[in-house]
């Protein structure tokens, strides 16, 4: 696409519509919007009942894991900058970036969803934190699972749009490209769930031998099928994506990227107030 051409795409303004703003953005506005009011009745309840705890059950002080939260937390946020940079990419006509961007913020989306089933998991086996064992439980595990479920369908998002920047202009009616895009997704997929893994096996080596190199190895030593096998769908992932001539994707599909930013966006925001008012809260005194 010609710098002639790219000047001409206006990335905020729709003149085709009445409000100036393109439709897809219009909408994803509104979703947002309803999700706001949808989470803050989740938080606001939840600080309600905190404020009325019942005795015999353990404090949340108890319970949480601040380093791992916050490990997540900057995850989460550093997923945030790389969603931008993609969207900055698209805008510039620069697929090959926005395709490195929209890998690197899918990945730190599962390295958070990773963090976030380990905690969970914890809660429940260890500290015996359950949906039906207290109130908090119940505010808790439906708040912050809401948020992860929203970060899920972002991931899952993600994916579809990674795998969307490979459709070739002439079409789709190509077997072989369809084929390669089952393989290219069934990589995609296998790399995640690999991911997840590690997440979860890193965080519990962590957890039990402490920021150490014993923990690292421990790690290493028994994980070493989930490692090799995430360096064979990384390398393949590589070579699926690269590029093998013009495709149906570019400057004119930036409000779809710029539509998944503001969704990505909103659940990393809405992850910052839980953050606070549900964790750093409970160690603020006299609260």
């Not at 809405?270 to 609260?287: A, N, R, S």
């Amino acid at each position: 696409m010609s710098h002639a051409a790219a000047g001409a795409i206006d990335h905020h303004h729709d003149p085709s519509t009445s409000t100036g703003i393109p439709n897809k953005k219009l909408f994803m506005w509104a979703f947002l919007a309803s999700d706001c009011m949808f989470f803050g009745s989740l938080i606001s309840t939840h600080l309600v009942y905190r404020l009325n705890p019942i005795e015999g059950n353990p404090g949340p002080t108890d319970l949480f894991d601040i380093e791992l939260t916050s490990f997540s937390t900057f995850i989460l946020l550093m997923s945030s900058l790389m969603m931008a940079l993609s969207v900055s990419a698209i805008q510039k006509g620069n697929i090959s970036s926005t395709r490195r961007c929209l890998l690197t913020t899918m990945f730190f989306g599962l390295i958070f969803l990773g963090c976030q089933v380990y905690e969970f998991s914890h809660f429940v086996h260890e500290k015996g934190l359950t949906l039906s064992s207290s109130i908090f439980g119940s505010t808790f595990y439906v708040l912050t699972g809401t948020h992860g479920c929203h970060v899920a369908v972002g991931v899952l998002w993600l994916a579809l749009m990674y795998v969307r920047t490979f459709k070739p202009a002439g079409g789709v009616s190509s077997m072989a490209w369809l084929g390669k895009t089952l393989l290219h997704s069934a990589a995609l997929v296998l790399t995640m769930v690999l991911l997840v893994d590690l997440t979860l096996g890193l965080v519990h080596a962590i957890a039990e031998d402490g920021l150490s190199g014993a923990a690292f190895a421990h790690f290493a030593g028994s994980h070493v099928v989930s490692l090799a096998a995430t360096v064979v769908t990384v390398f393949g992932l590589k070579v699926l994506g690269k590029d093998r001539g013009a495709v149906d994707f570019g400057e004119a599909h930036a409000i779809d990227v710029e539509s998944m930013g503001l969704y990505w966006h909103f659940v990393d925001i809405v992850w910052i107030v839980i953050f606070t008012v549900v964790y750093l809260v409970e160690y603020v005194p006299l609260i």
